[in-house]
């Protein structure tokens, strides 16, 4: 436990004998290993001391305000609590009841006394605690002549269609709600937990990682003791795939050994058997539509990628086969009627598969997520597979056998967790002789990491991307070879110097930006999910250097402002390379560093979603390069405004050398194209970031996969001056001037002139530049959870 923490924040006291810790305001988190740290004959010792802080106490009394006829007839207020804990039922200072766990007050009303009476629930023998409002709750109970529609000793008199909670009965804990029709109150909602699963589920919260296989030893003996109450229990069932989820995100840290999948299986085998679907059919309706069963396939995918030893696990309608292989591989369900098979295609070298078959999950899980959801009758026509490879595979092929086969559309089709539906990208459908169904599957997933928190699965954008940046990196390196070769030459006057400086360090930037994005999309392909250690040092490159293009961006805008606007300011060269080296990879470092010191600690640095990117869910750490280069753009446009504005209304400036003019002038028509270019390039951005339109996300790939094309044509090739230093162009002005001079050269001196004179033109260029910028990365995954989809 971070002691320095409690003191910053006045977490706790320590008694003025330094023997007593008093903890001012605890929670769950600080559950943990203490130190004491004493001393004895000026030699320190320590005392170690585990602490669990368990959450507050629930105590729930069902409807606080309930109203009674006040006939002298009985009622009753139950009151339940979190195992462990005793309660008592007080009126006016009086106790009138305790207990443990559930107590129920027996209480009768005032013939013809119509008061109202308030009685409390609280904890009993916890005085300490009395003050604070989780430490008890109120029932304030109304007695009234009126007639009415519905009455009961627990929930009281009402009206038709009134609605009513109420305490779960023995066993189970959480409230119940009734709805009053045909004069009695009708049960419509039912939020009871079995009590053994709810005691779980309280003890989770300050679970330790090393108590995981004792824990899931419980869960699975519970679940299995249990299993006719569980499988009748839509909220039961919610609560234990919410215990399996926080499980599979508790293991990231840990290596995850046969016994805990056993007993990890074991709970879903139960509660996903065939006697359940009533219940999930109840789970899956309504608003949250799918939300349990998708959040139990997730924890499935989630704790399987913590797998490391090689096992196999049968259930009565799950199978799961672990296995290394470096050639072919081939896997047919042993499980009752399924004949569901897996064949990966050869490999080059030793490969780990985790392959996981559900016979009954496809009455669990939603086919409303389906791109078909408008037609009614589209269902999961087959088992359903997760497979995990610790490699991208070209081709993966899975045979179901159709269970329904009166349907006759058949789709192949895998959960796609960024869309949040049933996906059929990248696999096609291949119906054999014996009436199964192959699916033919070859993802290519193209993630628009740079804004984008979704990741779009097509091939176009994986194609897009690579060939983009293989045109961009190219460029750059033909721009920095230019460069070199006209550096002496287009360095005369300040602003043609500084102009030339910002174009290299933005070829330079965007050159290594993109060297590290392919590292980037490499490491993502081969790590599933990402691994946090490789990935770190390239996110960290990868952010730093496009934003130092953006910052060098903004240098060259910046440049075009002050030689426009502020015409009698003069700063020396070497002062504005300081200042422009400061701005261009200082502040990039600075933010840079910053992100990283903000978001390591839990390791939310790095996207989850298999690409090597900054986070975006739990840290919007992508909001550290997201903000920065849209507010370059936005000055970017509002220096072009009003440079131009100058220029147009007094021009470059008569005092100006031409040289310097030139230079002016190539900035000004660089920023003018380049800014409106940039400026639509990070708008689709912008675009990505709140659709998952394919359209968007293609524009935007396009458009930033060729930024260090756009640098080369516009900000190096369309300066005349770069064009007359090349060694081609000086050449042709030398021949061209001594056929000026000469006066008659002859038959042969003619015949050669033209040749040259056309040989000369192929070096002249009329081309543009733009702003850089960066691609979308893409990461290959053979990775997911698989079915057959039919209508």
Known sequence: MDNEDLVKNAKYLISSDNKTLTMLNATESYSGRYSCIKQRNTIPYILWQNIIINQRPRIIVGENQRVFPCDGSSFELKCSVDVGYNLEWVLDGTVKITGTDSITLNNATRSGNCTDQT?????????????????????????????FDCKNEELGAGKT??????????????????????????????NCVLEVIDNLKNKLESLRVEEIPGFMANLSIATSENNFNITQSAATVRAIVDILFKIANLSQTVVIKKPVMESFLNTVDIIVSGNVSNTWNKLNKGNNTGDTSIKLLSAIENISDRLRDEFNIYETSIQLNRTTFNNSFTLTSALPNSTTEIVLPLVPHETTITIIIFTTLDKVLPSQGTNDSRKSDVRINGDVVVVKVNETLNNISLTFDITNQSLGNPQCVFWNFKLNTWDSTGCKVKRNSTGNITCECNHTTSFSILMSPFSIDNIALAYITYIGVAISMASLIICLIIEAIVWKSVRRNDTSYMRHVSIVNIAVSLLIANICFIIGAAIAEREQPTSVGRCSPVVFFMHFFYL????????????????????????????MMVIAFMAGYGAPLLIAVITVASTAGPQNYISKQN????????????????????????????????????????????????????????????????????????????????SQ???????????????????????????????????????????????????????????????????????????????????????DSSNGSYAVMDT
């Open 161 to 190: 269609n009134d609605v009513k909670t109420g305490v779960c009965g023995t066993g189970t804990k959480g409230t119940k709600t009734f709805r009053c029709e045909s004069n009695a109150w009708t049960p419509f909602e039912d």
């Open 548 to 575: 130092a293009l953006f910052f060098w961006m903004l240098m060259s805008a910046l440049l075009l402002f002050y030689r426009t606007v502020m015409v009698l300011s003069q700063m020396s060269r070497a002062k």
């Open 611 to 690: 690409a090597c990117w900054l986070n975006w869910n739990e840290s919007k750490a992508l909001l550290a390069f997201v903000i920065p280069a849209l507010t370059i753009v936005a000055i970017n446009l509002v220096v072009l405004i009003v440079v131009l504005y100058k220029m147009l209304r007094r021009g470059v400036g008569g005092t100006t050398q031409p040289d310097e003019k030139h230079a002016l002038v190539v900035i000004a028509r660089c920023v003018a194209i380049l800014t409106p270019i940039f400026g639509l390039t990070w708008g689709f951005g912008i675009g990505t970031m709140v």
């Open 119 to 147: 009685f409390t629930c609280r904890l009993k023998d916890l005085p300490q605690l009395q003050n604070y409002s989780y430490s008890y709750s109120s029932v304030t109970v109304r007695t009234s002549p009126e007639g």
């Open 693 to 779: 339109d394919l359209g968007i996300h293609v524009v935007f790939a396009l458009l930033n996969s060729l930024q260090g094309f756009f640098i080369l044509v516009f900000g190096t090739l369309l300066d005349s001056k770069v064009r007359e230093s090349l060694p081609g162009k000086q050449l042709l002005q030398k021949l061209s001037s001594s056929r000026t001079k000469s006066t008659s050269a002859g038959s042969s001196s003619a015949s050669r002139l033209p040749f040259l004179q056309r040989n000369g033109r192929r070096h002249v260029l009329n081309v543009s530049e733009t702003n850089p910028s960066s691609a979308v990365t893409s990461s």
